[in-house]
């Protein structure tokens, strides 16, 4: 080997052993807001020097490891001014930063760092992250800010249609969409039938939803993850915010107990607009109310403690003779623990519940059902260096689902009670998650997910011959709900029916040319929990069913691929990406059947198949005085119920058919400008494919009636969907002797009264006897104004 040669691999590995040897120690803390002491997520620490960083997690902790020595740290989020500090690091050393918000002049084009850019390093994909004040300055129906509606202006997310509660993610059903408030499970997002979200944007801290690339720590859904969480409350000072609406107003109150260690969030929200009502000799009511608190206490500089909360009710009133009541509750008690400035823990006891009562008085009785579920979860977070991070945790989940009570609402009503069988089960997760830069330009997040849930006994189930609880007529071609052989008992304590799957997650990021990168991944996910509705949108009277003996749990696989930049520095940004998915076990329902208190739902129901693909389009702009984006998708969305045997038909003959929410078109603007100090404008436009639904394509007469028959389902479209919202914000000239700040809010929705279609009915005309297509619609133009205000 020429002396060289030797020479240089004898200085490589000189070098190597240097660095190996060199004293590694790590800088670790909290970051806080200054004027709050809030946590915060996702604030950026940066080593100049060494090109490398890290941010905080979901409660502003922060870990990174480094070699012994002398660095500039550099702390940047979202408007907040930014900190320089130098720092010696001969030791291991915790840090805490607390951030000042940025005070801008307007007159000059404000460029500000945006939590919402894109960041293209990291492995994460398929994800979209808002923030609190992006939600409040998007039109939306009455003038409310809302969770939900703002998501629905990103690329692969749509709903039902209007006043819809719910959302569907990349072609997939609402029910499979895991939605949780403070890491507690939501199972009903909406007010008033879907005119309004449950969550009340001004006790919002963090928005993210993950269409598809899920990390392993979430589970039991196969759609989408929605996490939100709330703000921890102000510890230093007493504020007050909140709104006064047309139909509805909100208060935010957060302080101190003790400064700087313990402080509360108390916030409520209820709509009013029924009490005007009796003015127009209307004896209905329908209205909301919610309540969100929060109370945080650092214990000390390793430990603190949450205990969060929501609870929420709608009620609907048609003269007292028919009330429907529902709404969701929910609590968390959780402990955050420092084992050391590198293993971060979180320990969460959770409780959640959703309730759905109904009362008809003409009848005689009421109507109680729900779901139940208690959550025990220990999720931690490991640093090991500043290549590799560790999540691993576990939970278990035990839930209690009531399909329905009857009791009678007086002594003369001759109604009988009667519960329908209770169903229990419980579902058990455990996880790891690994964060792993592979070189500078090459990022890895992977990890598995082991699922288990078990169907527990209850006081009555049905047995069927050869376990078949559906009939199939060959001669009508038609299916029916099969007759029982016998009625058993299986006590709580045995288990009818267990699952086990195997979740794993991998998702990759290559940077290339600085700006920009490629991301893969593929994602497994199961669900054992189902919707059981034959609507196109959640209603509150649907039920939960959990999987068991004759119901499998879902099963999704999704690949995506996308292509990521940054324009100009990140003033811009573009987002391209594809998905596939295939989901097993998504069950349908056989013609004709009926679900409302079906004591044996097994009867009507078969297990199908589904599928979507789809390309996803994001371009924003991100800074000055004009930020927003374009977003479009391009979707299909199917699904498939074939014959148990082949002499069976099965659903639609077997053959593929869309999903009632599919949306082959998908297009969304959105622009905020900022005018000056006083006054800021937004709008919105909406265009979406009409939704898939069922037209008679034929009659007969049969008895002197007219009966119509239908054809392959969901062959036909509603029209297209399409509106424009506006709105424009008056922010009076502050008086800097006055605390109170006040802002007003003038919105118009549907600018252009677009009646668009919610269904299309047919009948027959009285006066030409000819039958006639008639459109309901919900919304024409609306305009509204709302006043907010804090101090």
């Known amino acids: 080997m020429p002396r060289h040669y030797l020479a240089f691999l004898l200085a490589l590995f000189g070098h190597f052993f240097v660095i190996q040897a060199q004293e590694r120690y790590t800088l670790s803390g909290t970051i806080f807001e200054a004027s709050s002491n809030e946590s915060l997520i996702g604030v950026t620490v940066a080593v100049s020097e060494l090109k490398t960083g890290t941010t905080t997690n979901e409660y502003g902790f922060y870990s990174i490891t480094l070699p012994e020595g002398e660095y500039q740290i550099i702390v940047s989020y979202l408007g907040f001014q930014e900190i320089v500090q130098t720092i010696t690091l001969n030791k291991n050393v915790k840090l805490d930063f607390n951030l000042t918000e940025k005070t801008e002049e307007l007159q000059e084009v404000v460029v500000t760092d945006n939590v919402e850019k894109l960041d293209i390093r990291k492995p994460q994909m398929s994800v979209t992250s808002l923030t609190s004040n992006t939600i409040k300055e998007i039109p939306v129906v009455l003038g409310e800010s809302d969770v939900i509606k703002s998501l629905l202006l990103l690329p692969g997310v749509t709903s039902a249609g209007e006043a819809s509660s719910g959302f569907n993610v990349r072609g997939g059903a609402a029910d499979q ?199 025990l979860k220990y999720d931690l977070k490991h640093y090991l260096n500043n290549k590799l991070q560790l999540n691993y945790g576990i939970n278990s989940i035990y839930y209690v689902f009531n399909p329905g009570k009857i009791v009678p609402n007086s002594p003369d009503s001759g109604i009988v009670e009667d519960q329908l069988t209770k169903k229990y089960a419980n579902e058990n997760a455990a996880y790891i998650d690994i964060e792993h830069e592979i070189t500078e330009n090459l990022s890895i997040e992977y990890g598995l997910r082991a699922s288990q849930f078990s169907r527990f006994g209850q006081d009555e189930f049905f047995v069927y011959a050869d376990d078949n609880p559906v009939d199939f007529d060959p001669f009508t071609q038609t299916y029916g709900e099969a007759n029982p052989i016998d009625t058993i008992s299986p006590g709580r304590s045995e288990t009818m029916k267990s699952f086990f799957n195997l979740e794993p997650r991998i998702s990759m990021s290559y940077t290339f040319k600085e700006n920009n990168s490629i991301k893969a991944s593929y994602t497994r996910l199961a669900q054992y929990l189902h919707l059981i509705s034959n609507t196109n949108s959640p209603t509150p009277l649907d039920v939960w069913t959990p999987s068991g003996p004759f119901v499998e749990p879902q099963l999704l696989d999704q690949y995506a691929f996308g292509y990521f930049r940054n324009i100009q520095e990140g003033a811009y940004s573009l987002e391209a990406e594809t998905f596939y998915k295939t989901i097993q076990n998504r069950i349908d329902y056989i013609d004709g059947a009926n679900l409302i208190a079906n004591d044996a739902i097994e009867q009507v129901i078969l297990n199908g198949e589904a599928r979507a693909y789809g390309l996803e389009l994001l371009f924003r702009k991100n800074e000055g005085r004009f930020t927003g984006w374009l977003a479009y998708t391009l979707s299909k969305s199917e699904q498939r119920t074939p014959g148990r045997t082949t002499l069976e038909t099965g659903i639609n003959m077997g053959q593929w058919y869309n999903t009632p929410y599919d949306k082959t078109h998908d297009l969304s603007v959105y622009g905020s400008f900022e005018l000056n100090e006083k006054w800021s404008f937004n709008a919105n436009f909406i265009y979406q494919t009409g939704q898939p639904t069922n037209y008679p394509i034929g009659q007969f007469e049969f008895e002197d009636m007219t009966v119509p028959y239908y054809g392959l389902r969901n062959k036909e479209r509603l029209p297209d969907y399409h509106r424009l919202d506006i709105s424009a914000i008056l922010t009076p000239k502050r008086n800097k002797r006055k605390k109170i700040q006040s802002e007003w809010v003038f919105s118009i929705y549907n600018a252009y009264s677009r009646k668009n279609a919610a269904s299309i009915n047919f009948r027959e005309n009285e006066d030409t006897g000819r039958n006639e297509a008639i459109r309901t619609s919900i919304f024409g133009i609306i305009p509204s104004v709302t006043y907010n205000f804090k101090f």
């Open 177 to 375: 969409n895991l939605i949780l408030l403070d890491e507690a499970t939501v199972f009903n997002s909406s007010h008033l039938f879907g005119f309004f979200s449950v969550f009340n944007p001004d006790a919002i801290k963090d928005v993210k939803l993950f269409k598809g690339g899920i990390p392993a720590r979430y589970g039991g859904r196969v759609s989408s993850v929605l996490d939100i969480f709330q703000k921890e409350g102000n510890s230093k000072e007493f504020k007050v915010n909140g709104g006064i609406g047309a139909v509805a107003s909100r208060l935010l109150i957060e302080g101190p107990i003790q400064k700087d260690k313990t402080s509360f969030l108390a916030g409520g929200r209820a709509s009013y607009a029924h009490l005007f009502l009796p003015l127009f000799d209307i004896d209905n009511k329908a209205y909301f109310y919610d309540l969100n608190t929060k109370i945080t206490h650092r214990i000390n500089e390793n430990n603190s403690v949450f205990l969060s909360g929501y609870f929420g009710r709608d009620l609907f009133n048609v003269s007292d003779r028919f009330v429907n009541e529902y709404g969701n509750a929910v609590g968390n008690l959780r402990w955050n623990h420092l084992f050391s400035d590198k293993l971060f823990s979180n320990l969460s006891l959770i409780y959640s519940d959703y309730y759905y009562g109904l009362e008809l008085d003409f009848v005689g009785f009421e109507w109680n059902s729900g779901i139940q579920n208690f959550n």
